[in-house]
């Protein structure tokens, strides 16, 4: 599908040099925030517990960022969760407080600051099953604030999925490189690895500078970016073999220009329909999915942009040439195999 045709290439390559200064003083920026600020890893990788409460009005955040602070927990995150009556709790692990008592205490907190006092609810379910549920209530009875969920998340799981997380990273990253060196050839692969490392360290900076919560939905969202990334890349490599087998005049340059500029209608719908998508996800699907869109829309962005003057700039100056895609045909034997 092909919205507009372009019929003159644009020189892309002719500044090349620019953006991929510009690319490399961001990469070494996104470094420098990941040394010096770090990930803000969340209670996942951490370790902590995860509340999520019910109040029948709006909650009042900062009441309760107040409650908690006053049971010793430093900034503690409080988010709304889906609707301003739901609210999300991460508590890191404290040392003074067993994991497993924090749930207890922090609800016996809130719950003596709405003038409640905690009590056992039974509740039947949609599906008829009779299950005891945590509450809290007021003098007259009304209930005041409920327990929806609680999640303890050890140090020792956390730091399993931090290091399932790092393989799993790595896995990606060796098995992109196998499938480009199989598929086009090592100059491809070097340079589609570069781009594609490019985009996911600038993720990440750009997490570490605004020290954004980073959580397994965030760590999901960085793999898929590098698989999406990848994408953009071979077909643009694809259509610079395609220009090299059909355009044998044109130079290097030229040939990787146009293979560009051909794919740019494609590039529009695909990406346009994606970031639609996203962005979707990043104004209307709640602070669950809010970080895990963040994260798409800047690899997205990035992915288009490093596709096209890292991986492709990259591989030209690699000396990239139409021998290392195209095998020559061997001369036919004039002989035919007869002996004279």
Known sequence: MEFFKIKRDIPFMRHALIFNVISALTFVAAVFFLVTKGLHFSVEFTGGTVMELRYPHAADQEKIRRSLEKLGYE???VTSFGTAQDVLLRLPIRKDV???????????????????????????????????RTSCVNAAGAEVVSLQRVEFVG??????????????????????????????????AVAAIIANLHDVVIILGF???????????????VLAVLGYSVNESVVIFDRIRETFRKERKLSVTQVIDHAITSTISRTIITHGCTEMMVLSMLFFGGQTLHYFAVALTIGILFGIYSSVFVAAAIAMWLGVKREDLIKPIKAKDETDGAVV
């Open 75 to 77: 900034q503690p995150e």
């Open 207 to 221: 997490f570490a500078f605004f020290q954004w919560e980073f959580s397994l939905t965030v760590l999901a969202a």
């Open 155 to 188: 140090p020792q799981v956390g730091d399993e999925l931090a290091q399932n997380g790092l393989n799993a990273l790595i896995m990606v990253v060796v098995g992109v490189m196998i499938y480009l060196a199989v598929r086009f050839e090592w100059k491809f």
């Open 98 to 132: 067993a994991g497993s008592g924090t749930s207890a205490t922090v609800f016996n907190a809130l719950c003596a600051a709405e003038s409640g006092a905690p009590k056992q609810v039974q509740q039947t379910t949609d599906k008829g099953e009779s299950v005891t």
